[in-house]
């Protein structure tokens, strides 16, 4: 149980910064490099919070 909250909370945060770093302009694959995670993962993430990918 505690591992899955980690789990959960990593992916927030990482969504999170990822929103920020698209709000200043950087395109998916820059983002992905930045957050050092693949960028299918950046995109399946941001499916149900922005109804569309990064």
Known sequence: MFNQSVKELESC???RE???LQ???RK???IAT???VPQT???TLALP???KPL
């Open 13 to 15: 945060m990482v969504m």
């Open 18 to 20: 990822a929103i920020r």
């Open 23 to 25: 709000h200043s302009g």
């Open 28 to 30: 998916p694959a820059q």
């Open 34 to 36: 930045e957050l050092s």
């Open 41 to 43: 993962l950046l995109n």
């Open 49 to 51: 919070i922005l109804g």
